[in-house]
């Protein structure tokens, strides 16, 4: 199993740009997630999913959307980035009970 | 205030014990989890209890929870170097959001 994986490993966009952070997993998980970590902070939640076809908002999910079309992947969609998005992302991976793991993140720039 | 609190720094010499505390409000989290961040990388999970156990043991590392008191802690016994890192504790609900502390900083001083 590869676990969780994240496309890129880092991005720099300029304000305005729009794009799409990666995260699959190949765990058959149903719960799937993003967090972003902020200097001195813990992970804050953007966006859920309880399986395909289902997603919702989570703490901080202004700017981001989301999709999940299948099982193993979800998508993360930066729509007009902006300075404040620049952050580290996390994608999480969960089944409908247990551990969660976390995906390597994705370090993202936005001038 | 924060719904998961953490004590930001803690310092211990190698071999020695080392216990990370955390406190929680939401009474309805489902699994309570420990993270190691190392400087650069991401999130790896150490060890998880649920929310009807009191302790979980794992070679060197023990977890207690006290849900009266809505507290958690994790042991780690014969502290290595290696050790040295940022431990996040966080509650999950039954739909897997998490919550998170804002971190632990370990320094392990030989």
């Known amino acids: 199993n590869a676990g969780v994986t994240q496309t890129p490993k880092f991005q720099v966009l300029k304000t305005g740009q729009s794009m799409t952070l990666q995260c699959a997993q190949d765990?058959?998980?149903?719960?799937m997630s993003w967090y972003r970590q902020d200097p001195g902070m813990g992970l804050r939640l953007i966006h859920y999913s309880v399986g395909a076809g289902i997603t919702d908002q989570g703490e901080v999910p202004n700017g981001y959307n989301v999709s999940r079309s299948t099982t193993e992947d979800f998508p993360l969609r930066l729509l007009s980035a902006a300075p404040s998005q620049t952050s580290v992302y996390f994608c999480a991976s969960r089944p409908t009970s247990g551990e969660q793991f976390f995906g390597p993140g994705t370090r993202l720039t936005v001038l | 205030g924060e719904d998961v609190e953490q004590s930001l720094f803690l310092s211990v010499r190698e071999g020695d014990s080392s216990v990370i505390n955390c406190t929680y409000t939401d009474s309805s989290s489902t699994y309570l989890y420990w993270y190691k961040q190392e400087p650069g990388a991401g999130l790896q999970l150490l060890t998880y209890i649920f929310s009807n156990m009191d302790m979980k043991q794992d070679q060197r590392l023990t977890v207690l929870l006290n849900k009266k008191d809505k507290h958690l802690s994790l042991r780690i016994a014969d502290t290595q170097t290696g050790d040295s890192a940022i431990y996040f504790c966080?509650?999950?609900?039954?739909?897997?959001?998490?919550?998170f502390g804002a971190g632990t900083q370990v320094v392990v001083t030989p």
């Open positions: 966080a509650g999950s609900d039954s739909w897997g959001k998490l919550q």
């Open positions: 765990m058959n998980h149903e719960y």
